[in-house]
């Protein structure tokens, strides 16, 4: 059974930083692409970033570019974002995704994951 767990959101006040955790159990972590979406209250799921099944390749939406960072460890099954020089508006429920394809994809497939974590509630205030 395939199993995302999210964790590392908090509150945390603009200018800040944080570091959010996914870990994968159930399937060949290594194989895949991995990612991250969020989700503010009463809008849409957004498409946050993407990272290849090695880790060479990564991709950013627009909004969090220059600020957040896709990484992932494959010898520990663990997918991370780190959040710097966070915003208001980056509050949101953050979700860790799993796709079904080694490679990146395109934007027009990025929210296209088979899988998706619980989420982890990030809050940026003062």
């Known amino acids: 059974e395939v199993q995302l767990v999210e964790s590392g959101g908090d509150l945390v006040q603009p200018g800040g930083s944080l570091r959010l955790s996914c870990a994968a159990s159930g399937f060949r972590f290594a194989a895949y692409a991995m990612g991250w979406v969020r989700q503010a209250t009463g809008k849409d799921l957004e498409w946050v970033s993407t990272?290849?099944?090695?880790?060479?390749?990564?991709r950013y939406a627009d909004a969090v570019k220059g600020r957040f960072t896709i990484s992932r460890d494959n010898g520990k099954s663990t997918l991370y974002l780190q959040m710097d020089t966070q915003k208001p508006e980056d509050t949101a429920t953050y979700y860790c995704v799993k796709y079904p394809r080694a490679g990146l994809g395109s934007r027009r497939t990025f929210l296209d994951a088979d899988y998706r974590g619980q989420g982890t509630q990030v809050t940026v205030s003062s």
């Open positions: 990272v290849s099944s090695g880790g060479g390749m990564t």
